[in-house]
């Protein structure tokens, strides 16, 4: 009998270390490759090419774009937004008629997807099942940097232009890769416009790095290492937490011995909330609080005061939406409809206001769309050498790749602002800009009062 | 000095969520003693008493620990549905057989609340205050929810020896075939003994979401620690459960004082194995 109880539980922990890995994978096959249908309809966006054709069009042609979403597991809450922005443009581009090469063919889109269920190795063979038996033309990234350095792998391999959206790390790109373009500031340079804030603010700040142990917050707490130490901030405590950390007590203790008063930090979603409900609870005095991810999100104010002061770097915000003004001062072409445009369909179509995760997942339509229209082609290696010649601005900001042997497809152009929960005058939360101060629409809430 | 006053900040809370692991652990021993059935559904169980608080508190203004009551009657009435559609027809069937069964109720229980709730983390926004004890503070949810682990302990050591229906949980425990010799109805007294184990963990979930977001997955974490816990504290042993519980919790405790948080599962499934190995009846052995 002591024999089988052993036994049992042996073949009961292996049961359930598979169970804790396929993080409540409740479909165990991939759901049938289908379009992805936008949730409603949205006003049709301006496409160049499609304005004036010159010619009737003489042949139709769809293009597939193949991606997997998080539709469960760790990413989902992010993923979901990205989706929901990519299919915002598909629906858009689609309805004005797609895009109108010089030959008069007219280029429709489809999309292809499934749900990866936040798991990388799902995500290696949704991407090789997407480009071998769906035939996908192009790929869009997964949402977090881990999910899409997995899928870059396959990409390469396969030859496959993939735009990264919701992917930061630097890394990746740093492999030899030809075929990736990264939409996101890279990881590296998340937090440096927060610390050039702090660097006002208080320069004597002590500064706590606790983030997710995963690819994307070890290098974005990498990356800025160098940066706070240049900048003559003192680093009292630096430590990583798993991703599925739920208790962060101790860790909150840790933060309230080591003397610091500011917190940077988080990793994704799930845990930021977790981690600022914990440092809510036991109100260790800290001046600032800012969070990966997390805070970028409407949804993050569920929290209820835990949410309020925390900051967040953010890909795009509407109030800092970059136009077309912008783009001349710079010199660069300007490309699709503007930020308030924007922001009108989506909230047309999904009810809720978008954030950087939404912008991002349609940028990357866009920049596809804009690669085809200057290749004047669907041919991937057209399509790659008006990538790798890029040099637009859109509402969501510069894009253009590093060209280099070192780096290539890291994003070189895009700029970063800092945002914060704060309280209105009516009590209700809404996220400010608080850096950098050319965009800033709000003074940083800086050392809250205590709840 | 700075690792002895982390240590003197971080012991109470390991405590205090000690007794609340030691709850839900409490949950699997149960089911495990009495019928040898090793429950794979107990995760998504807590996972559903953690939305049990979400949607009294939240959506009816039910104070969480009021809300407890109904969660506990769901949770007793799930476990009986579970044990006469899964687990009753492989109750004498091999080991495997009951934990298949378990495990498939798991998967349904997941599916259904991803369909339902999404995985995206849900927060009930209670707090009790808090108070300083020197460079600790103990934070009032911790503090009701291990008061109410230890009167749920005590109430179900009450129950398995002062009251009719317990007396026939353990004397099923001991012998069932005799048990139903001397007319005790063992179905009626396995299908309670499972009820009890998953209202258990219901309200082990009920009260872990006064304090931690979740979502559907959550349980998940829980039963891994349940696991370690049982073998802790002996399987099928309530009260070694407890015990159990409250070294895990200890243990959460301590170890962030010298290493990385990083390194607290690492620790506690090596002392899994270590236990199985040199001491498989647990601890406090089993009864």
Same mark, same amino acid.
């Given at each position: 009998?002591?024999?089988?109880?052993?036994?049992?539980?042996?073949?009961?922990?292996?049961?359930?270390?598979?169970?804790?890995?396929?993080?409540?994978?409740?479909?165990?096959?991939?759901?049938?490759?289908?379009?992805?249908?936008?949730?409603?309809?949205?006003?049709?966006?301006?496409?160049?090419?499609?304005?004036?054709?010159?010619?009737?069009?003489?042949?139709?042609?769809?293009?597939?774009?193949?991606?997997?979403?998080?539709?469960?597991?760790?990413?989902? #809450?992010?993923?979901?937004?990205?989706?929901?922005?990519?299919?915002?443009?598909?629906?858009?581009?689609?309805?004005?008629?797609?895009?109108?090469?010089?030959?008069?063919?007219?280029?429709?889109?489809?999309?292809?997807?499934?749900?990866?269920?936040?798991?990388?190795?799902?995500?290696?063979?949704?991407?090789?099942?997407?480009?071998?038996?769906?035939?996908?033309?192009?790929?869009?990234?997964?949402?977090?940097?881990?999910?899409?350095?997995?899928?870059?792998?396959?990409?390469?391999?396969?030859?496959?232009?993939?735009?990264?959206?919701?992917?930061?790390?630097?890394?990746?790109?740093?492999?030899?890769?030809?075929?990736?373009?990264?939409?996101?500031?890279?990881?590296?340079?998340?937090?440096?416009?927060?610390?050039?804030?702090?660097?006002?603010?208080?320069? !004597?700040?002590?500064?706590?790095?606790?983030?997710?142990?995963?690819?994307?917050?070890?290098?974005?707490?990498?990356?800025?290492?160098?940066?706070?130490?240049?900048?003559?901030?003192?680093?009292?405590?630096?430590?990583?937490?798993?991703?599925?950390?739920?208790?962060?007590?101790?860790? %909150?203790?840790?933060?309230?011995?080591?003397?610091?008063?500011?917190?940077?930090?988080?990793?994704?979603?799930?845990?930021?909330?977790?981690?600022?409900?914990?440092?809510?609870?036991?109100?260790?005095?800290?001046?600032? %609080?800012?969070?990966?991810?997390?805070? &970028?999100?409407?949804?993050?104010? !569920?929290?209820?005061?835990?949410?309020?002061?925390?900051?967040?770097?953010?890909?795009?915000?509407?109030?800092?939406?970059?136009?077309?003004?912008?783009?001349?001062?710079?010199?660069?072409?300007?490309?699709?409809?503007?930020?308030?445009?924007?922001?009108?369909?989506?909230?047309?179509?999904?009810?809720?206001?978008?954030?950087?995760?939404?912008?991002?997942?349609?940028? &990357?339509?866009?920049?596809?769309?804009?690669?085809?229209?200057? &290749?004047?082609?669907?041919?991937?290696?057209? %399509?790659?050498? &008006?990538?790798? @010649?890029?040099?637009?601005?859109?509402?969501?900001?510069?894009?253009?790749?590093?060209?280099?042997?070192?780096?290539?497809?890291?994003?070189?152009?895009?700029?970063? #602002? #800092? @945002?914060?929960?704060?309280?209105?005058? @009516?009590?209700?939360?809404?996220?400010?800009?608080?850096?950098?101060?050319?965009?800033?629409?709000?003074?940083?809430?800086?050392?809250?009062?205590?709840? | 000095?700075?690792?002895?006053?982390?240590?003197?900040?971080?012991?109470?809370?390991?405590?205090?969520?000690?007794?609340?692991?030691?709850?839900?652990?409490?949950?699997?021993?149960?089911?495990?003693?009495?019928?040898?059935?090793? /429950?794979?559904?107990?995760?998504?169980?807590?996972?559903?008493?953690?939305?049990?608080? =979400?949607?009294?508190?939240?959506?009816?203004?039910?104070?969480?620990?009021?809300?407890?009551?109904?969660?506990?009657?769901?949770?007793?009435?799930?476990?009986?549905?579970?044990?006469?559609?899964?687990?009753?027809?492989?109750?004498?069937?091999?080991?495997?057989?009951?934990?298949?069964?378990?495990?498939?109720?798991?998967?349904?229980?997941?599916?259904?609340?991803?369909?339902?709730?999404?995985?995206?983390?849900?927060?009930?926004?209670?707090?009790?205050?808090?108070?300083?004890?020197?460079?600790?503070?103990?934070?009032?949810?911790? $503090?009701?929810?291990?008061?109410?682990?230890?009167?749920?302990?005590?109430?179900?050591?009450? =129950? $398995?020896?002062?009251?009719?229906?317990?007396?026939?949980?353990?004397?099923?425990? /001991?012998?069932?075939?005799?048990?139903?010799?001397?007319?005790?109805?063992?179905?009626?007294?396995?299908?309670?003994?499972?009820?009890?184990?998953?209202?258990?963990?219901?309200?082990?979930?009920?009260?872990?979401?006064?304090?931690?977001?979740?979502?559907?997955?959550?349980?998940?974490?829980? +039963?891994?620690?349940?696991?370690?816990?049982?073998?802790?504290?002996?399987?099928?042993?309530?009260?070694?459960?407890?015990?159990?519980?409250?070294?895990?919790?200890? $243990? +959460?405790?301590?170890?962030?004082?010298?290493? +990385?948080?990083?390194?607290?599962?690492?620790? +506690?499934?090596?002392?899994?194995?270590?236990?199985?190995?040199?001491?498989?009846?647990?601890?406090?052995?089993?009864?």
């Amino acid at each position: 009998m002591k024999g089988k109880i052993v036994k049992l539980l042996t073949l009961l922990m292996v049961a359930s270390l598979f169970l804790a890995a396929c993080g409540g994978g409740a479909t165990e096959a991939p759901a049938p490759a289908e379009p992805a249908e936008p949730a409603a309809p949205a006003e049709p966006a301006e496409t160049e090419a499609s304005e004036e054709p010159a010619q009737p069009a003489m042949e139709e042609q769809t293009v597939v774009i193949g991606f997997t979403s998080s539709l469960t597991g760790s990413q989902e #809450v992010s993923s979901k937004r990205q989706v929901n922005g990519f299919n915002l443009w598909m629906e858009q581009v689609n309805e004005a008629g797609g895009v109108t090469l010089s030959d008069g063919t007219v280029v429709k889109f489809e999309a292809h997807t499934y749900d990866d269920e936040s798991n990388a190795e799902r995500v290696q063979e949704l991407y090789t099942r997407l480009i071998t038996e769906d035939n996908a033309d192009f790929l869009i990234s997964p949402y977090s940097s881990g999910l899409t350095s997995a899928a870059s792998i396959v990409a390469e391999q396969n030859g496959k232009v993939m735009i990264t959206t919701g992917a930061a790390d630097d890394d990746t790109y740093k492999t030899g890769n030809t075929s990736l373009f990264q939409l996101y500031t890279p990881a590296s340079l998340y937090m440096s416009s927060t610390v050039d804030m702090l660097k006002e603010l208080d320069p !004597e700040a002590k500064i706590a790095l606790v983030h997710e142990s995963d690819k994307f917050s070890t290098s974005v707490a990498e990356g800025i290492k160098p940066y706070l130490e240049a900048n003559n901030f003192e680093i009292v405590l630096e430590e990583g937490y798993a991703s599925d950390t739920a208790d962060f007590g101790p860790i %909150v203790n840790k933060i309230s011995g080591s003397g610091a008063t500011v917190l940077l930090g988080g990793g994704h979603y799930n845990d930021g909330t977790a981690l600022a409900r914990a440092i809510y609870d036991r109100n260790i005095g800290l001046k600032f %609080v800012y969070l990966l991810v997390a805070p &970028a999100d409407t949804k993050f104010p !569920e929290l209820g005061d835990a949410a309020l002061g925390v900051a967040t770097s953010s890909q795009w915000e509407l109030a800092a939406t970059h136009n077309e003004a912008e783009a001349s001062n710079l010199g660069v072409e300007w490309f699709g409809p503007s930020g308030e445009e924007f922001a009108t369909a989506y909230e047309a179509a999904y009810g809720d206001p978008p954030t950087y995760h939404v912008a991002g997942g349609y940028a &990357a339509g866009l920049v596809l769309q804009k690669a085809i229209i200057d &290749a004047d082609s669907v041919d991937p290696e057209a %399509v790659k050498a &008006a990538l790798n @010649a890029m040099d637009i601005m859109t509402f969501y900001g510069g894009t253009k790749f590093d060209t280099s042997e070192e780096a290539h497809g890291l994003q070189i152009a895009h700029k970063m #602002v #800092v @945002a914060q929960w704060q309280k209105n005058e @009516a009590g209700e939360f809404e996220r400010v800009i608080i850096a950098p101060a050319d965009v800033a629409t709000a003074d940083p809430l800086y050392a809250p009062s205590a709840p | 000095m700075q690792q002895l006053s982390l240590l003197l900040a971080s012991l109470p809370d390991g405590i205090l969520l000690g007794f609340v692991y030691g709850l839900a652990a409490m949950g699997l021993t149960l089911i495990w003693g009495v019928m040898n059935v090793i /429950n794979l559904s107990h995760g998504p169980i807590i996972a559903l008493g953690m939305f049990g608080t =979400f949607f009294l508190f939240i959506r009816m203004g039910i104070n969480p620990y009021i809300g407890l009551i109904p969660v506990a009657g769901l949770g007793l009435l799930i476990g009986i549905v579970i044990y006469f559609v899964a687990v009753h027809r492989v109750i004498n069937a091999p080991h495997l057989s009951s934990l298949l069964a378990t495990f498939s109720v798991n998967m349904i229980i997941i599916g259904l609340g991803t369909a339902a709730f999404t995985t995206s983390p849900y927060n009930v926004d209670f707090n009790m205050g808090s108070f300083r004890l020197g460079s600790t503070t103990i934070l009032g949810t911790r $503090l009701i929810a291990a008061l109410i682990a230890v009167l749920f302990t005590g109430g179900l050591y009450l =129950f $398995l020896y002062k009251t009719r229906p317990g007396r026939y949980i353990r004397a099923v425990t /001991n012998n069932r075939a005799a048990a139903e010799l001397m007319g005790v109805p063992s179905t009626r007294i396995l299908a309670l003994s499972f009820g009890l184990g998953t209202m258990l963990a219901a309200v082990s979930g009920a009260l872990i979401a006064t304090f931690f977001p979740f979502n559907i997955l959550s349980g998940g974490s829980y +039963e891994l620690k349940s696991f370690v816990i049982g073998v802790l504290g002996g399987l099928g042993n309530p009260i070694g459960a407890l015990l159990g519980g409250l070294i895990l919790g200890v $243990l +959460e405790g301590i170890i962030p004082a010298f290493l +990385e948080t990083s390194w607290v599962p690492v620790i +506690e499934f090596a002392l899994f194995v270590v236990i199985l190995l040199v001491r498989p009846k647990g601890l406090f052995g089993a009864k």
